[in-house]
């Protein structure tokens, strides 16, 4: 059964250091999401990406972030200067259209010190 | 903006009870509630969803219901099992309004006692 896979699992960063963090979408899907779930706390939506651009993004999604999509199959998300609070789990999820079931990836446990 | 509650916080049944897990949503153009399993270290699963335009949807010994009017679903996990304890999380979804990600719920820790 496809899935979609994250890289790296766990990672740790001192504050004020640029993440990527990397995702593999399952293959015919379209559209792409980052969530972000601080220990303890729901899951939250950061970003949607279609057709090689953002579709749509939260409060949180501010100028730290950005997303992209280099070679058709990685879909990364860069937080340029980490800050404390940047500390949580990042899933990353794909579904074939905005109306379908969202699939989730396994997470990158990311520790900003 | 979107909000969904969802109660208890924390569940726990003896192994072979039911359990219910419920939410509500404020936004009357949400259209789709999906519900999801966290494990420990993994990511949400997707366990059953449910439309707008239908009121109860089943699946083995997993149910969901969902009352447009009054704006609130609910989880019903029958004859539970150890493997069912995790982290439950309903969430909503709506077209339009530049809301394309879900709105999930605080989650629910629903543990199975032996």
């Known amino acids: 059964e496809p899935e979609v896979t994250q890289t790296p699992s766990h990672q740790v960063t001192q504050m004020g250091q640029e993440v990527i963090l990397r995702c593999v979408p399952i293959s015919n899907h379209l559209y792409f999401y980052w969530y972000r779930q601080i220990l303890g706390q729901k899951v939250e939506f950061l970003v949607s990406?279609?057709?090689?651009?953002?579709?749509?993004k939260s409060e949180i999604f501010d100028d730290q972030f950005s997303v992209e999509r280099p070679d058709g199959s990685n879909f990364t998300l860069k937080i340029r200067s980490t800050k404390l609070e940047d500390s949580a789990m990042y899933f990353c999820a794909s579904n074939t259209g905005l109306k379908e079931t969202q699939y989730f990836g396994p997470g990158t446990r990311l520790l900003v010190l | 903006g979107e909000n969904v509650e969802q109660h208890p916080s924390t569940l726990s049944v003896q192994e072979g009870d039911s359990a219910v897990i419920k939410c509500t949503y404020s936004?009357?153009?949400?259209?789709?509630f999906p519900w999801y399993k966290q494990e420990l270290g993994k990511g949400p699963q997707l366990i059953i969803d449910i439309r707008s335009n239908v009121g109860e949807k089943k699946d083995q010994r997993i149910a969901v219901t969902l009352n447009k009017t009054a704006k609130h679903f609910s989880l019903h996990i029958t004859e539970t099992q150890p493997e069912d304890s995790a982290v439950y999380f309903c969430?909503?979804?709506?077209?339009?309004?530049?809301?394309?990600?879900?709105?999930f719920g605080k989650g629910t820790h629903l543990i199975i006692q032996p």
């Open positions: 969430a909503e979804w709506h077209s339009g309004g530049g809301a394309d990600g879900l709105t």
């Open positions: 936004d009357s153009a949400s259209n789709y």
């Open positions: 990406f279609y057709n090689n651009e953002i579709s749509e």
